[in-house]
C-alpha cells in the first residue's frame, strides 16, 4: 500500500484538487459569468471580426518571436498602448450596448424573488392592446406603413425630443389618421409611454447589424436600432408587404399574426396579477361561512 501511495505522489500529484472554500466557489461562478457575457457580446457585435484579426497578428507576433525578428518586435510594443486605446474608440457604441445590456439585468429581483404572486403594476391597460393589434393589423390590410415604439424602463425622451408633441390617448383610429400617406405626422416613428401616444415623427437610430437581410428597408433598420440602444420594444408594419414584425432587444421577429402580437405586447405589460396567497385565505374563508351556516 505504502508502495501505491509512493508511486502516487511522485507522479500524479499534480492531479490532485486544491483545498477551496465557498469564497473561491462564488469567485470562479462570478469569472465564468463574466467571462461568458464577453464571449457572448464578441459573437453578437463587430468584436467577433475584431477577434479574428487579432488572433492573426498574434500569430505574426508568434513567427516573430520564433525567429527573433526584433524590428518587428520593436513596432509591436511600440504601438501596443496605442492599439488599445483605439481599440476601445473604434468599438465604443459596441462597448456601451454591452455596458447597458448588463445593466438592463434585474440580479437582484432575479435572486430575491420576495412574493412571486404580484408583479409590478401594469404599463398599459388590456384596452391599449387591444388597440394598437387592431390599428397594426388594419394598416396592414392597406399596406400602410406604421413604426410604434413602446417604452418601458429606460426612457425614450432624447427620442421624444425629435418628433411633434401629441400626448393622446391611444385608439386605432389615431394611429391610423397618424400613418395615413400624405398626412403632417406620418414620417417617422410614434412612441407609447402607459396608455398615450407621446410624441410623432419621431427619428430613431438605424441599426449596423450585418446579419440583417437586404430586404428590410429603413424602418425595420430603424425599429432594430431603437431597440439596440434601449429596452423598448418596436412594432413594424411594412409599406411594401403589409406585414407586421416586432423588433426587441436587438431581435427582429417578423410575419406576426394577431395573436402572436398581443402575446409580445402583453409580456411588456407586466399586468398586476391578484395574490394567489389571498385569494385562496378567501375562498377558505367563504367555504367556512357556507359549512357555518348549515
Request: aromatic fraction near 10%.
Given at each position: 500500500?505504502?508502495?501505491f ?9 499534480w492531479?490532485?484538487m486544491?483545498?477551496?472554500n465557498i469564497?473561491?466557489?462564488v ?5 465564468a459569468?463574466f ?11 463587430k468584436?467577433w471580426f475584431?477577434?479574428k484579426?487579432?488572433?492573426v ?9 520564433i ?15 496605442i492599439?488599445?486605446t483605439?481599440v ?9 450596448r454591452?455596458?447597458?445590456q448588463l445593466?438592463?439585468k ?8 420576495f412574493d412571486?404572486?404580484k408583479n ?15 390599428a397594426?393589423?388594419?394598416m396592414?390590410?392597406v ?6 415604439v413602446?417604452?418601458?424602463e429606460l ?5 421624444e425630443?425629435t418628433?411633434?408633441?401629441?400626448d393622446?390617448?391611444i ?17 417617422g416613428a410614434?412612441l407609447?409611454r402607459g396608455?398615450r401616444?407621446v410624441s410623432?415623427?419621431?427619428?430613431l437610430?438605424l ?7 437586404k ?10 436600432g431603437?431597440?439596440?440602444n ?12 403589409g ?7 436587438g431581435?427582429?421577429?417578423v410575419?406576426?399574426e ?10 411588456v405589460?407586466d399586468k ?8 385562496l ?14
Amino acid at each position: 500500500m505504502e508502495f501505491f501511495k509512493t508511486f502516487y505522489e511522485h507522479n500524479f500529484e499534480w492531479l490532485s484538487m486544491p483545498n477551496m472554500n465557498i469564497i473561491d466557489i462564488v469567485e470562479i461562478a462570478i469569472i465564468a459569468f463574466f467571462v461568458y457575457q464577453i464571449l457572448l457580446w464578441i459573437k453578437n457585435s463587430k468584436a467577433w471580426f475584431l477577434l479574428k484579426g487579432i488572433i492573426v497578428i498574434l500569430v505574426f507576433v508568434l513567427i516573430a518571436v520564433i525567429f527573433e525578428m526584433n524590428t518587428i518586435l520593436w513596432i509591436v510594443k511600440s504601438i501596443l498602448g496605442i492599439a488599445v486605446t483605439a481599440v476601445a474608440v473604434v468599438f465604443q457604441p459596441e462597448l456601451r450596448r454591452a455596458l447597458e445590456q448588463l445593466g438592463r439585468k434585474n440580479f437582484i429581483a432575479a435572486i430575491f424573488s420576495f412574493d412571486s404572486s404580484k408583479n409590478a403594476s401594469e404599463r398599459f391597460s388590456d384596452k391599449t392592446v387591444n388597440e394598437i393589434v387592431k390599428a397594426c393589423f388594419d394598416m396592414a390590410k392597406v399596406k400602410t406603413g406604421a413604426l410604434i415604439v413602446i417604452e418601458r424602463e429606460l426612457s425614450l425622451a432624447e427620442y421624444e425630443r425629435t418628433g411633434i408633441e401629441v400626448d393622446a390617448l391611444i385608439t386605432s383610429q389615431l394611429l391610423i389618421n397618424i400613418f395615413e400617406h400624405n398626412t403632417p405626422l406620418h414620417d417617422g416613428a410614434v412612441l407609447v409611454r402607459g396608455n398615450r401616444i407621446v410624441s410623432a415623427t419621431c427619428y430613431l437610430p438605424l441599426s449596423d447589424n450585418m446579419e440583417l437581410s437586404k430586404e428590410l428597408g429603413t424602418r425595420h433598420r430603424a425599429a432594430v436600432g431603437i431597440s439596440e440602444n434601449t429596452d423598448s420594444v418596436t412594432i413594424i408594419v411594412s409599406e411594401e408587404t403589409g406585414r407586421v414584425s416586432v423588433a426587441d432587444m436587438g431581435k427582429l421577429y417578423v410575419n406576426l399574426e394577431p395573436e402572436q402580437l398581443k402575446e409580445k405586447l402583453l409580456k411588456v405589460q407586466d399586468k398586476v396579477v391578484e395574490d394567489k396567497k389571498f385569494k385562496l385565505w378567501k375562498g377558505r374563508s367563504r367555504s367556512n361561512e357556507k359549512v357555518d351556516h348549515k
